[in-house]
């Protein structure tokens, strides 16, 4: 099912893509010095900086050590793949379940806010969850016009 009626599964597929280098949050350090927690890791801009998820996790004392917000965002990311091949799937193959790459999508999105909220609730300020709304408004975009077509829940109209 493409599920896409008015929107093209090129354009969401590209979208969908483009959250990649959308920063799930933004840190204001101060002084003009801003950390981009990306999906993919980190970039600080004094010094300018970048490092992968893989080896900021290395770089920890083990995955276990991290608090449990820090630990969502490897499975965040792994929703967020998850997503990019689903939206892929109505590219390539024409087949593509919308209730699957918004649901993988909304659950990278819900991973982004949990990395927030533990940033934010261990006090530090400044701190905008930029993905989360990056990612809704392709949800709502692309897919909220296929989800609102699969009905609400209601039984469909039998024939008699």
Known sequence: MTGHTDRR????????????????????????????IMPWGLVNTNP????????????????GTLPWSLQVWPISLGFYIGGVLSAASGVLVGREDPRLTA?????????????????AGRGVSGTIPVGAVATGIVIWWFYWPALRQLGTGRRPPTDR
């Open 9 to 36: 599964p090129p354009a969401a597929l590209a979208s969908v893509c483009l959250l990649i280098g959308v920063p799930w949050i933004v840190l204001l350090n101060g002084s003009g010095d801003v950390t981009l």
């Open 48 to 63: 300018w900086h970048a490092l992968g998820l893989s080896a900021y996790l290395d770089a920890t004392r083990g995955f």
């Open 103 to 119: 649901g993988l999508l909304g659950l990278s999105a819900v991973g982004s806010l949990i990395v927030w909220q533990g940033l």
